[in-house]
T-cell receptor, first 110, second 110 residues
């Protein structure tokens, strides 16, 4: 079964701690993306990567970091510099313009 | 001004009704347009692409007016299962980057 997996589904962390969210895809897509969604709002782009070992900042990259060492994997680290990290985080990959999303990770910072 | 703006909603309509959503975008260079559907606490999924000539998929009709920078989605004979948030999405010129509207929440009542 091809698809995108994100883990964990729910994550709780203390303020000031870095946390890494996992995203894996087996769709053989070159491009991958990270979005953040807050209640009642649309998705906002954090980072994206169009090929391995390359990535670009999106609209709200401050306080986040990514890596793209393998085509299948695009982990996102939420650092302590991110002021309001509690949100729903969605990873996506794309073939041309259609994006396929993973099930998301709900991060709550206590 | 937001790059993509949608009807604020929420929309509450009886089963069987016809409902229309509107969306405007500010970047005249936007090239591709989509409607995504997002169920509560789930990831967005592509509902349909929007073509300049207008397109239909069963009970759903999407239209694009490039001159007015306006996109619409019409749902006929609405079903309870149509209850969801509908996201208007456009691409930025020259990139595989999607820009999402804030979404319009639809509830179909029995």
């Amino acid at each position: 079964d091809g698809g995108i997996t994100q883990s964990p589904k729910y994550l709780f962390r203390k303020e000031g701690q870095n946390v890494t969210l996992s995203c894996e895809q087996n769709l053989n897509h070159d491009a991958m993306y990270w979005y953040r969604q807050d209640p009642g709002q649309g998705l906002r782009l954090i980072y994206y990567s169009q090929i391995v070992n390359d990535f670009q900042k999106g609209d709200i990259a401050e306080g986040y970091s990514v890596s793209r060492e393998k085509k299948e994997s695009f982990p996102l680290t939420v650092t302590s510099a991110q002021k309001n990290p509690t949100a729903f985080y969605l990873c996506a990959s794309s073939r041309e313009y259609e994006q396929f999303f993973g099930p998301g990770t709900r991060l709550t910072v206590l | 001004r937001k790059e993509v703006e949608q009807d604020p909603g929420p929309f509450n309509v009886p089963e069987g009704a016809t409902v229309a959503f509107n969306c405007t975008y500010s970047n005249s260079a936007s090239q591709s347009f989509f409607w995504y559907r997002q169920d509560c606490r789930k990831e967005p999924k592509l509902l349909m692409s929007v073509y300049s000539s207008g397109n239909e998929d069963g009970r759903f009709t999407a239209q694009l007016n490039r001159a007015s920078q306006y996109i619409s989605l019409l749902i006929r004979d609405s079903k309870l299962s149509d209850s969801a948030t509908y996201l208007c999405v456009v691409t930025r010129q020259g990139a595989q980057k999607l820009v999402f509207g804030q979404g319009t929440r639809l509830t179909i009542n029995p």
